[in-house]
């Protein structure tokens, strides 16, 4: 976070304009990670790299389109009688769809065909690696006119990644916390899923991005392997009670006071 975002948000607190954003969580919090919207490109050696190869990734994801487009499915896939009513636009609707390459720590070989300098470019970087959640990667298409309300995702643990491909004139916003970037063709976005955000896509023409999740940068190797025994922990508990071993993939966090 830049200083004059950090000062420009405490004076909004101390107005009483929003409250803090604190990290929201489904799976799994790492306690003292600073609660910090988007991260400096400079601190991820690989990000020049995949920046460079965006023209080829958006060739394939083209052509994925084009030759595959049934398999652009809806991102949110809540079920009818749990669907906040804030979900109930996009639940089961293309107006969010997403072509997947890896899918809560599944590859999905079909769709890789279709995309083999994706995968390679993906290789290069830093993905998390989380039993039973990740990596994902995936083309995320956001159709016109379209918003995706205020969210949170899985944990801490991870930031997110969006590679900008296709970025109509006038598209929008994606907003993380008090901040707000607007997405550049071929200029990767850091961001912490587990603060609260939301995107809109305000043009006439579809917005598309590739989607991805990394490790947070302050997690040491020791710590990664941590992460992934305290989630087979709980994950061993719940299957032997018998409990639900799948959180609900969104939920709503905290709102601007109005």
Known sequence: MSERERWREAGSILAKMTTPY?????????????????????????????????????????????????????????????????????????????????????????????????????????????????????????????????HTGESNARLVVHLPLIVPEKCGSLRVGSEEREWKVGEALIFDDSIEHEAWNNSDELRVVLLFDIWHPALSLKDREIVNALVAVETEFKTRNGLATQMPPMRQGPRPIE
């Open 22 to 150: 604190d990290p929201e969580y489904h799976k799994l919090f790492v306690p003292r990670l600073a609660a910090q919207p988007f991260f400096d490109k400079s601190q991820f050696a690989w990000v020049e790299a995949l920046e460079a190869k965006t023209d080829v990734i958006r060739g394939e994801m083209m052509r994925a389109l084009e030759a595959n487009g049934e398999s652009f499915l809806p991102y949110v896939t809540l079920d009818h009688g749990s669907a906040m009513e804030e979900w109930q636009e996009l639940n089961h609707s293309t107006r969010w769809s997403v072509f997947c390459l890896w899918l809560n720590g599944e590859a999905d070989e079909a769709n890789m065909a279709f995309c083999p300098e994706t995968v390679k470019a993906l290789a290069s970087v830093d993905q998390a690696h989380i039993s039973g959640a990740c990596p994902n990667a995936m083309f995320s298409a956001l159709s016109p006119r379209t918003h995706i309300p205020p």
